[in-house]
């Protein structure tokens, strides 16, 4: 039964401290399956030119996935785990463009050029540290390598210290049609313990504008487990943001992991909420979301019933990419810029993560690829397998049997004897020819679809991955 079905208070009772402590375990978020983890040096930048040659000679006029990567930010919020350089020197932009157009120069001259493109997304950092000029040229670059269409799903995230409503104007007449508007948490002692102050009231202003300029769709990033935040205070942010209604809303765990992100040693873990009250805000997020409306789409993601990802999990239409949910079919995937990564048919590969690696190796004439990954069957079928869970929450081993030529009941004999105990604590029913995810195993799919995740389970140290709740 679908979420928007059932009582967002009985899906609050579903969700009890004791279930979700019995699956809070660190895993991974399945943007790509194998995981970024599993990348290697042995996959480079020639291995790229190939895949990118491959995909122009299979389908020459399939539509593109593109990710631009944008690393700057002027101030440093101290939970981000992200790939950014923080700078208040906006001269230093002029270089990184000379660089991004080098690269797309490479790709285009590889992939050809006038592919059309479905899905466009700026991330970053803060695409916003971009001047308006200087998104307009990186836009008029995208524009002579590819073919952006008028149904094209153009989107960027928005620091929203850095725009105006004036600015919006100017990105919408660039061809924006989404917004995804970092927000976190509204309650000033928490913003202030994670360096990222920015008032509801600039937040709601500029969603009204957005609404005015006829942007299809706005999103809204909120973070739970914060410094300084309680269930009460968070739910406070859960009823402002409900109350600007926008068409999306990510609602992800903060993962305290200071051996890796420098960032977060600024964070004093005698402030951060202990497990209960992350349990509770966690409860009182999809209790507050569902009860004012939103559908659960899976993993993070809420969306108003209107929203195209709303219709896409009804319809069974979900795919998932770098960017999380999409609505977009399983396309390939062309990502430029620092540590940007992509996915071309049966590769992933990703770019050097620092400045002066990225730039050295564009001035060279070369792509600047330092790692990837090509599938082999297996993971073929396994990609299949996690994404028909973590996407559509269904299943079908004819499906399976039918495209990989296996029988499941065999080649899965250990993932389905494990999910058994899954099925015992409710989070899916086993059917005689079907996994089926449950309402409430929807709220922690990442556990069943890691049953499947042949790397993970061989891995000795999971403690590079957030937990699930």
Known sequence: MPTALIP????????TEEFLRKFDTPGPRYTSYPTADRFGETFGPGDTLQVLSDLRARSPSAPLSLYIHIPFCEQLCYYCGCNKIITKHHERAVQYLDMLEAELALVVRSLGVGRPVSQLHFGGGSPTFL????????????????????????????????VTPQ????????????????????????????????????????????????YESINADLIYGLPRQTPESFARTIEQISELRPDRIALYAYAHLPERFKPQRRIHEADLPVPAHRIAMLGGAVEGFLARGYDYIGMDHFALPQDSLAIAKREGRLHRNFQGYSTQHDCDLVALGVS??????????????????Y????QRGQ?????????NPDDELRRSVIMALMCQGRLEFDEVERQFSVVV?????????????????GLVELEARAVQVTVVGWFLVRAVAMVFDRHLQAAQDRRRFSKIV
Do not use: W
């Open 8 to 15: 967002a208070s009985d899906i609050r009772a579903l969700l």
């Open 131 to 162: 001047s308006d000029d200087e998104l307009a040229r990186v836009m008029a670059a995208l524009g002579a390598a590819f073919r952006l269409t008028p149904t094209s799903e153009i989107s960027i995230e928005v620091d929203p210290r850095t």
């Open 167 to 214: 600015r919006l104007a100017h990105f919408r007449s660039l061809g924006f049609n989404r917004l995804s508007f970092g927000v976190q948490d509204f309650d000033p002692e928490v913003q202030k313990a994670v360096h990222r102050e920015q008032s509801f009231d600039m937040v709601r202003g500029l969603m009204l504008s957005a609404r005015e300029l006829g």
């Open 340 to 357: 940007a990564i992509g996915r071309v048919g049966s590769a992933y590969y990703q770019n050097a993560k620092t400045l002066p690696e």
């Open 359 to 362: 730039y050295e190796s564009i």
């Open 367 to 375: 792509l600047p690829v330092v790692r990837g990954y090509a599938l």
């Open 409 to 425: 009941d065999a080649y899965f004999a250990k993932e389905l004897a494990a999910l058994r105990a899954m099925a015992d604590a």
